[in-house]
């Protein structure tokens, strides 16, 4: 559905985009993912006909938003940071607006009506933007790209600025989107990608340095595991045998302690199974085994890891 190839935006010899590649399927859910500065707005500014290129291409539904930018834009709806909204109108004038400047031929009342329950507005419609609080102004943002029922929709950091059950509510407001429509959200906040994209693109420095599906992202750091287990015994002993298993290459105490027993982190070295050697271990010195867990990196100790290391 979206198709990004060997964009560049340069500006003298400073590259806000620099050489990025990616393609965004029918009904995924993609997070474009990077610090302030990395080249993400920029990107989706090209990608919806804000800004031109200075080469490469962007092409929504196989147009190219630069060649036929008029029929490209019909299928995209785009929220970017700072919601285009017109404070004066009540919310169905700026809905009747935008519905008329997209020559939109849906049926109005019906489609406009569909727009403001989707997007839990209905109950302001005539009150004035400019007296919404900014939870509602972001949802009003949203119907504006809703209208027309275009198939893609790109979101520049949606949640920007509102409190946390106004975060949660455009959350859920995002994920049920992608149950029809193809979406781009654009954020550095980690957990937002976490908690509603399928697929994770990071950028920094204006190139594309991971693009991996969101449960798989670790795997482009490190294929190392870590494990948290705890085990009834004497701490130092605990540890001396832990350290001398094959396969493990650090070990430290988290200082969680429930009687005699405490809990250790344990970090292997790429490939190794340590479970069933730590079990016989343990069960020779007669030191219980109390519980046992795989360790995932979190997404910002993913992303710290890949943007250093793209740095280097």
């Known amino acids: 559905m979206i198709e990004i190839n060997h964009l560049v935006k340069n500006y003298g010899s400073k590259f806000a985009v620099d050489d990025v590649s990616f ?3 029918e009904g995924e859910i993609v997070g ?5 500065g ?5 990107t989706m500014n090209i990608l919806t006909g804000y800004l031109s290129s200075t080469s490469g291409e962007a092409k929504v539904g196989g147009i190219d938003i630069l060649e036929n930018p008029d029929e490209a834009k019909k299928l995209i709806g785009f929220l970017p940071e700072q919601p285009p909204l017109y404070v004066d109108m009540t919310v ?4 009747n607006f935008v519905y008329e400047i997209k ?4 049926n109005r009342e019906k489609h406009l009506e569909e727009i403001r329950k989707v997007t839990k507005i209905d109950d302001v419609k005539n009150r004035l933007i400019r007296n ?11 119907a504006q790209a809703l209208v027309g029922n275009p198939p893609v929709i790109v979101f520049d950091e949606p949640t920007v600025g509102l409190d946390p059950k106004q975060i949660i509510e ?7 989107l992608g149950k029809d429509h193809t979406v781009i959200l654009s954020t550095h906040i980690l957990s937002e990608v976490q908690s509603v994209c399928d697929r994770i693109v990071i950028i920094n420095n204006g190139k594309i340095i991971a693009d991996e599906r969101t449960e798989n992202i670790t795997e482009a750091v490190d294929s190392t595991r870590r494990y948290s287990v705890k085990i009834a015994g004497p701490q130092r002993e605990v540890l001396a045998a832990l350290n001398a298993l094959s396969g493990v290459t650090s070990v430290e105490v988290t200082g969680e302690r429930e009687l005699d027993s405490y809990v250790y982190l344990i970090e292997t070295a790429r490939g190794a199974d340590i479970r069933k050697p730590l079990f016989y271990a343990m069960a020779e010195k007669n030191w219980p085994i109390l519980g046992l867990e795989s360790v995932g990196m979190n997404l910002e100790e993913v992303f710290v890891r890949i943007t250093d290391r793209a740095g280097n």
């Not at 169905?92 to 809905?95: M, Q, R, T």
């Not at 020559?103 to 849906?106: A, H, I, K």
């Not at 455009?170 to 049920?176: E, F, P």
């Open 103 to 106: 020559s939109c031929r849906l």
């Open 132 to 142: 919404l609080s900014k939870g509602y102004r972001q949802r009003v943002g949203i």
């Open 170 to 176: 455009i959350r859920n407001l995002i994920r049920s």
């Open 23 to 25: 393609k965004v399927g």
């Open 38 to 42: 990395a080249g993400k707005s920029t």
């Open 32 to 36: 474009f993912l990077g610090p302030n």
């Open 92 to 95: 169905n004038e700026y809905l």
